[in-house]
């Protein structure tokens, strides 16, 4: 059976908050796997992405086009009250059906974008900061997929890069980073 896209983002967050708490503010201009992000326009981005994508579970229109400044005050313990309701929103019925979103897209398609982001990025932050990460192999599963067929029209809009080239014997996460266009065995440089 399918699983609900609220179970998955709440396993997703799970193993996300930690890395994102775990950011020192000393961390904050390090370079990312994202080329055109450092941590703290990532972690702006990421936001971003979690509270649009509450409106899009709400089918309410969203403005990807500004990335506010979120990384003020407390923001270690918005991320989190954040995603609580991300997976709220997608919790409540009705929400993976029908379509949602500028693209008119399927819900359940939109949900397994928002999901994708979660996890990728959170393996970002843990690249560029040092951190552990490891995703829920449930996620895994699910999103591997979803994102394979949505590479192609990722691509055109510039989300995500050419595939990166893995080995056969390159785990299921590692090929999801590399559909995306990452090197799964990025790291850090020194001083960056």
């Not at 708490?21 to 990312?32: A, F, P, S, V, W």
């Not at 398609?109 to 928002?114: A, I, K, W």
């Not at 490891?134 to 590479?151: F, H, I, R, S």
């Amino acid at each position: 059976m399918t699983q609900k896209i609220s179970a998955l983002l709440e396993a997703a967050a799970g193993r996300a908050l930690p890395v994102v708490r775990g950011i020192d503010d000393g961390q904050l201009d390090r370079r990312t796997p994202c080329a055109q992000y450092d941590v703290r326009a990532l972690l702006n981005h990421l936001f971003l992405v979690v509270v649009n994508f509450q409106a899009l579970a709400a089918r309410e229109e969203v403005d990807f086009g500004q990335e506010p400044e979120f990384v003020t005050g407390d923001w270690r313990g918005r991320f989190g009250a954040e995603t609580a309701r991300l997976v709220e929103a997608w919790s409540v019925p009705g929400a993976e059906e029908g379509t949602t979103g500028q693209m008119g897209l399927p819900a359940r398609t939109v949900g397994l974008m928002v999901l994708g982001d979660l996890t990728v990025h959170a393996w970002d932050l843990a690249r560029a900061t040092g951190a552990e990460f490891v995703p829920d192999p449930e996620v895994v599963e699910e999103v591997g997929p979803g994102l394979a067929a949505l590479a192609p029209q990722a691509r055109e809009m510039k989300v995500f890069g050419e595939p990166f080239p893995v080995g056969e014997g390159a785990t299921a996460f590692e090929r999801v980073l590399a559909v995306t266009g990452r090197d799964p065995g990025w790291s850090r440089p020194a001083g960056g």
